[in-house]
């Protein structure tokens, strides 16, 4: 996230604005306060966050710790002014048009009201600002929660239960792991929350369904960056340095993705900007003569 925000910069940039959507424990927050200004000498990085309190993802109480673990890490910021807990109905508690970018890392496949969370994406962000979201979409074959490859792509609670406990008798999913930490948990049990995990705590978008909302809602989608991922496990693993780089579409690219997608997360990139748009604003036409 830090390499493709800092790829994105717009040159000569001073001081800039992020917010972390469904910021959960902060580390995001603290890294792009950390790293941002040291690979941008001068630059000035005003991060905020926020979170919801009512999409149990998260155990009760974790909003302080994520207080904490910020103004430890971070200091000499009031962080409680800077994080907001609100209710996923809820308006986002900023003005229209403040953020350079808004940011989320592993959040959109738990958001419920995608059009909701875009429509606010678009208000707050400057009309050249820039969404960035790490996020598996509904394409992908793994389901990373509970390690069952397709359990969702179903939408019956029953289907669903009898295929993922179909797959923990395989040895698929974390019912070994869960077993261990409790010994009285029956495979039932563990399969029935499994499932009522995917079915009321995830809801994945398709790769097609997300350009439809995205576009309602004014903001252009990409996916440059989601295959530097891939190159630059590779990099890393012989040793070459890592590099991140919004690229033009080739073919090898398209390729790349169309195969990373139904893999592992990827790098979404929305963009609110409208060249058209701006064009059309620059040269009025002329109103017509009447009379
Ligand atoms: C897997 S956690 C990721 C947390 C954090 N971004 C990170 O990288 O560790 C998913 C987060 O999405 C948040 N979330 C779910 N629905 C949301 C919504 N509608 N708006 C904002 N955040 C949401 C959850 O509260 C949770 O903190």
Redesign the pocket.
Request: charged content about 20%.
């Given at each position: 996230m830090v390499s493709v925000i800092n790829s994105c910069l717009a040159t000569g940039a001073v001081e800039i604005n992020i917010l972390?959507?469904?910021?959960?424990?902060g580390?995001?927050m603290a890294l792009l306060s950390q790293l941002l200004p040291k690979l941008n000498d001068k630059l000035v990085v005003n991060i905020f966050g926020f979170?919801?309190c009512d999409?149990q993802?998260?155990g009760t109480g974790y909003f302080g710790k994520t207080i904490k673990l910020l103004t430890d890490e971070v200091p000499g910021i009031n962080w409680e002014m800077r994080l907001r807990q609100i209710k996923?109905t809820d308006r986002w508690p900023y003005e229209g048009k403040f953020f350079d970018f808004v940011v989320?890392?592993?959040?959109l496949e738990?958001?419920?009201d995608h059009a909701f969370?875009f429509s606010e994406i678009s208000r707050v962000l400057k009309d050249d600002g820039r969404g960035i979201h790490l996020f598996p979409l509904k394409d992908c074959w793994h389901e990373g929660h509970i390690n069952v490859p397709f359990s969702h792509w179903i939408t019956d609670r029953r289907i669903m239960y009898s295929y993922i406990y179909m797959a923990s008798l395989l040895g698929m999913g974390k019912y070994r792991a869960h077993k261990r930490a409790d010994v009285n948990l029956t495979r039932s049990q563990y399969c029935i929350r499994h499932t009522d995990y995917i079915l009321f705590n995830t809801n994945y978008i398709s790769h097609d369904e997300l350009a439809i909302v995205a576009k309602r809602n004014g903001l252009a989608i990409s996916f440059g960056f989601t295959h530097w991922l891939f190159i630059n496990k590779l990099r890393s693993l012989l040793s070459f340095r890592l590099r991140y780089k919004m690229v033009n579409s080739s073919a090898l690219t398209i390729f790349l993705f169309w195969i990373m997608k139904r893999i592992t997360s990827v790098t979404l990139v929305m963009d609110k900007q409208n060249t058209y748009r701006q064009e059309l604003t620059g040269h009025q036409v002329a109103p017509e003569k009447t009379g």
């Amino acid at each position: 996230m830090v390499s493709v925000i800092n790829s994105c910069l717009a040159t000569g940039a001073v001081e800039i604005n992020i917010l972390d959507a469904g910021c959960g424990d902060g580390v995001l927050m603290a890294l792009l306060s950390q790293l941002l200004p040291k690979l941008n000498d001068k630059l000035v990085v005003n991060i905020f966050g926020f979170d919801v309190c009512d999409s149990q993802v998260q155990g009760t109480g974790y909003f302080g710790k994520t207080i904490k673990l910020l103004t430890d890490e971070v200091p000499g910021i009031n962080w409680e002014m800077r994080l907001r807990q609100i209710k996923s109905t809820d308006r986002w508690p900023y003005e229209g048009k403040f953020f350079d970018f808004v940011v989320s890392n592993q959040v959109l496949e738990h958001v419920s009201d995608h059009a909701f969370f875009f429509s606010e994406i678009s208000r707050v962000l400057k009309d050249d600002g820039r969404g960035i979201h790490l996020f598996p979409l509904k394409d992908c074959w793994h389901e990373g929660h509970i390690n069952v490859p397709f359990s969702h792509w179903i939408t019956d609670r029953r289907i669903m239960y009898s295929y993922i406990y179909m797959a923990s008798l395989l040895g698929m999913g974390k019912y070994r792991a869960h077993k261990r930490a409790d010994v009285n948990l029956t495979r039932s049990q563990y399969c029935i929350r499994h499932t009522d995990y995917i079915l009321f705590n995830t809801n994945y978008i398709s790769h097609d369904e997300l350009a439809i909302v995205a576009k309602r809602n004014g903001l252009a989608i990409s996916f440059g960056f989601t295959h530097w991922l891939f190159i630059n496990k590779l990099r890393s693993l012989l040793s070459f340095r890592l590099r991140y780089k919004m690229v033009n579409s080739s073919a090898l690219t398209i390729f790349l993705f169309w195969i990373m997608k139904r893999i592992t997360s990827v790098t979404l990139v929305m963009d609110k900007q409208n060249t058209y748009r701006q064009e059309l604003t620059g040269h009025q036409v002329a109103p017509e003569k009447t009379g």
